[in-house]
């Protein structure tokens, strides 16, 4: 014989994830496109003009990369956005690290790479 409350709750719960996996899907569909800055060829800075003429390049992969540049950057986490990796520099001591999630995209990484030599070339 049929349990229709036991049948109710697992197809509910199915369904909860069904609309969870979909969300998901759609946020990340909006999310993996690379900034405006990115989508046209740039030339770069002189050696001279640049924040930071060599860095020392640190690059981590982070499991809570998302979060960890959301503090970073002060740009929170919401459903429809959220920063794909990011970068911050000492000038002093020539040092900059990148950060990102355990997936990204080569765009985030020289997205990030030339703000290491240029700093704040989009703010």
Sequence with gaps: MLDR???FRQSHGLWHLLV???ACVLTACQT???PAVDQVRFTPQAVAQR???EP???YLVRQ???DYCARITGIPVTPTSRAMACAFWNVRRKECTIVTPLETGYNYLGHELRHCF????HD
């Excluded at 240029?118 to 070339?121: I, L």
Aim: hydrophobic share 35%.
């Design 56 to 58: 020392k390049i640190k």
């Design 20 to 22: 969870l996996a979909g």
């Design 64 to 66: 809570d990369g998302y």
């Design 5 to 7: 409350s036991r049948f």
């Design 51 to 53: 924040t930071i003429a």
């Design 32 to 34: 993996l496109q690379p």
């Design 118 to 121: 240029e700093g704040s070339f």
